[in-house]
């Protein structure tokens, strides 16, 4: 497994958030965006999800059976925040991403 960077594209404007490595969490990469206090993280009660600087779960992948890989799995995520809902794309930017 490499650790590689990954990014989020939000569908409705194509609006692009970038996630570098930043360290292990829960023994699994963890991602910081490059503008923002919120990581990529994993966590044992929820898998894969974009957490904020308190640690509050606000995304995660649309498909339940992706959450428990061994590194964020690409394709869609929902986010939520304040009401409001967006879909996203995760991709990896470069390294082997592909295990399961």
């Not at 497994?1 to 409705?12: K, N």
């Not at 829960?26 to 206090?37: A, F």
């Not at 799995?73 to 986010?79: D, H, K, L």
């Given at each position: 497994?490499s650790?590689?960077?990954?990014?989020?594209?939000?569908?409705?404007d194509?609006?692009?958030?970038?996630?570098?490595?930043?360290?292990?969490?829960?023994?699994?990469?963890?991602?910081?965006?490059?503008?923002?206090?919120?990581?990529?993280?994993?966590?044992?009660?929820?898998?894969?999800?974009?957490?904020?600087?308190?640690?509050?779960?606000?995304?995660?992948?649309?498909l339940?059976?992706?959450?428990?890989?061994?590194?964020?799995?690409?394709?869609?995520?929902?986010?939520?925040?304040?009401?409001?809902?967006?879909?996203?794309?995760?991709?990896?930017?470069?390294?082997?991403?592909?295990?399961?």
């Amino acid at each position: 497994m490499s650790i590689v960077s990954i990014e989020f594209v939000r569908r409705l404007d194509g609006l692009v958030y970038r996630f570098d490595p930043d360290g292990v969490f829960h023994g699994r990469p963890s991602y910081r965006r490059q503008d923002l206090d919120l990581w990529c993280r994993w966590l044992p009660e929820r898998g894969w999800c974009v957490v904020d600087a308190e640690g509050v779960p606000n995304s995660g992948p649309l498909l339940g059976e992706d959450r428990h890989r061994a590194l964020p799995p690409a394709g869609p995520w929902r986010s939520w925040k304040a009401g409001r809902s967006y879909l996203y794309d995760l991709r990896h930017l470069g390294g082997e991403a592909t295990s399961a």
